[in-house]
């Protein structure tokens, strides 16, 4: 049924899943925070760690961490001590980062949701193995789609998307009138659980903060989703899975709430 929207992007029953052939998801994020823990300050834990998923990612980068400071003449970087430890596949698809404060799992090649959960959760699993941390203070899952077609986001695009999220897609332009910036930006807090949605078209060489996106020469037009769950919290890995897989279907369906069924079937749903 072409133009079919779902109700509301708020609920606790599971969507059934549809598979996109060509899904304009390029990067998937799991995120787990945590004090500073004196068992990461030093090379033995992190080397076991190393040794444990040297064979899913054998390749190693330690690097130091960047603190973003404002100041009068703008945002400036700024280098601090924390070592962070980056451990990524042969085929540069996947990235497990650890630092004294969290454990991160990304991919630009995301698998069925399941097989990225399983991922994670053994990471974490050796986290609490290894550096017993004594809580966690927040746990988030984000998913950026990205659209570069710039016949499809000049064209039909606005009528795959709900109206909220159409912004400066929906204005109309004559021939020679580029829309090169226009951005839709929400925060829904409940509870303890939040979802950050922006959308809209970014300008060329625009990156994604927080994110590893390569920069594009063209315009694009984004949908990035973080669902993330804030408080202080004792977790076992199966614990964290659970509430993983809770965050997953949050944001599922806010993406099912934005996109309507003509923009399934042209990403090659059914």
């Known amino acids: 049924m072409p133009g079919e929207l779902i109700s509301s992007p708020f609920g606790t029953e599971d969507l059934p899943r549809v598979h996109l052939e060509r899904a304009p998801l390029v990067r998937v994020v799991a995120q787990l925070k945590y004090p500073s823990l004196a068992a990461l300050r030093g090379d033995s834990v992190v080397d076991k760690f190393a040794s444990h998923f040297g064979k899913e990612y054998p390749v190693v ?3 130091r961490g960047v603190n973003f400071l404002i100041t009068p003449t703008g945002l400036t970087q700024q280098q601090s001590d924390q070592r962070i430890w980056s451990f990524r596949s042969g085929d540069d698809q996947w990235k497990l980062t650890l630092a004294e404060n969290f454990l991160a799992l990304d991919t630009e090649n995301y698998p069925k949701r399941r097989d990225f959960i399983n991922r994670f959760e053994r990471a974490v699993e050796k986290l609490i193995d290894l550096a ?3 809580y966690f203070e927040r746990l988030g899952l984000r998913y950026l789609n990205r659209i570069a077609d710039l016949d499809l986001i000049n064209g039909r695009l606005k009528e795959m998307v709900r109206a909220e999220m159409q912004g400066g897609l929906a ?3 004559p021939p020679g009138v580029e829309l090169r910036h226009a951005m839709f930006d929400s925060l829904f807090i409940d509870g303890d659980h ?3 949605l922006r959308s809209g078209i970014l300008p060329p060489r625009a990156t ?3 994110l590893e996106v390569p920069a594009l020469e063209t315009n694009s037009w984004i949908l990035d989703i973080d669902s993330y769950v804030e408080k202080r919290m004792p977790f076992t890995p199966d614990e964290v ?3 993983v897989r809770d965050l997953a279907n949050r944001a599922y369906r806010m993406f099912r709430w934005v996109v309507n069924s003509e923009f399934i079937e ?3 749903g059914e």
Request: proline share 10%; glycine share 14%; net charge negative.
């Open 61 to 63: 980068e330690d690097q």
């Open 266 to 268: 042209y990403f090659g």
């Open 241 to 243: 899975t659970e509430k």
């Open 171 to 173: 204005t109309d332009r």
């Open 132 to 134: 017993n941390p004594p």
């Open 194 to 196: 939040g979802i950050q």
């Open 208 to 210: 994604m903060f927080g």
